[in-house]
């Protein structure tokens, strides 16, 4: 079962909050990684933690893409594009 654009965005919500040690009360969609405290480190963190989150494996191809977005919204509508799977399903 794949993943709505909703669930990806609490997915990776708890992620980020997992790599940055810390809650995230201002996340929405339209908050950049870099509004969040996101840097190339923690970048680094999320996407290892998102493949594990969402059974995902990222091509170089598809770590540009996400390195590039500039919101977590396009980071979302990535990541389900990519085809983010339920882990219970």
Do not use: I, Y
């Not at 990776?12 to 950049?32: D, S």
């Not at 996407?47 to 969402?54: H, N, S, V």
């Not at 390195?67 to 396009?74: C, I, K, N, Q, Y």
Request: hydrophobic share 55%.
């Amino acid at each position: 079962m794949r993943l709505s654009r909703e669930q990806v965005l609490a997915e990776l919500r708890a992620a980020l909050e997992k790599v940055l040690a810390r809650e995230l009360p201002g996340f929405a969609a339209e908050r950049t990684f870099v509004e969040l405290g996101v840097d190339s480190l923690a970048l680094a963190d999320l996407l290892a933690e998102l493949e594990e989150r969402l059974q995902v494996r990222f091509d170089r191809l598809s770590l540009g893409r996400l390195s590039d977005m500039a919101t977590v919204g396009e980071a979302a509508a990535l990541l389900v594009e990519l085809g983010g799977r339920d882990v219970a399903a």
